[in-house]
């Protein structure tokens, strides 16, 4: 059993959130959590290059003038890839680096990363996390307050919050998802993990669920 502290945005200690690290994942597959950040990286892969090669380049396929006689060099057609303008020899084309893993693999990975966070005690609980106004200083003071200034953050808040969103936006480290959003890429690159009591609460509760279905 984990005894995580709960801060409140002033960076006063105000409880502890118990929770099982086994409820939420019977053991962490390192094999499982790689292949699933390699497909969020692979999928975020633009793949949109491409040249042409010289059957796509405008323009005819006479020969430039004839093989003997002329006393320059033997020459072919001018879309040949010797020449200005001409097609690319090894042409360049777009592909799809996109590819997807079973969505229960999916979901297991994210769960297993985030008892990797638990048991390495890189996980801050906030009590609740309410802002009036679009203003960076709240969240950076809250920050300063919680020991993570300039520390590389994400933040899981319950639901999108567009007021929270935009004052966190230009905060260095910081990258704010609602748990919905949740997954094992951005889990794993960030160093540290700020989630409010009401979206642990829920992800606890969603993997206890998917345990029980499961046994």
Known sequence: ?????????????????????ADIS?????QLLHDAVVMYQ?????????????????????????????????????????RR???????KTSIDYSYSMPKKAVRLATRMALRSKIE?????????????EIKTKPVADMLGALGLAGASVLLVVPEYDAVIYRSAR?????????????NTYDLLRRRNLLV????????????????????
Do not use: W
Not at 1 to 21: H, R
Not at 26 to 30: E, G, H, L, M, W
Not at 120 to 132: N, R, S, Y
């Open 1 to 21: 059993m984990a005894s995580i502290p709960v801060y409140n945005q002033q960076g006063k200690e105000v409880g502890t959130f118990e929770v099982d690290p």
């Open 120 to 132: 390495d005690e890189q996980v801050k609980v906030l009590d609740e996390l309410t802002l009036t």
């Open 26 to 30: 019977k053991d962490i597959n390192k």
């Open 170 to 182: 230009n905060v260095e480290g910081l990258r704010v998802l609602p748990v919905a959003e949740l």
């Open 42 to 82: 692979r999928n975020k892969r633009q793949g949109t290059v491409g040249t042409k090669s010289r059957g796509m380049v405008s323009g005819t396929n006479k020969k430039l003038y004839r093989q003997k006689g002329t006393g320059n060099a033997r020459a072919g057609g001018k879309r040949t890839n010797i």
């Open 85 to 91: 303008g001409g097609g690319h020899t090894f042409a």
């Open 196 to 215: 409010v009591k009401s979206a642990l609460e829920s992800c606890v509760g969603q993997a206890e669920a998917v345990g029980a279905a499961e046994a």
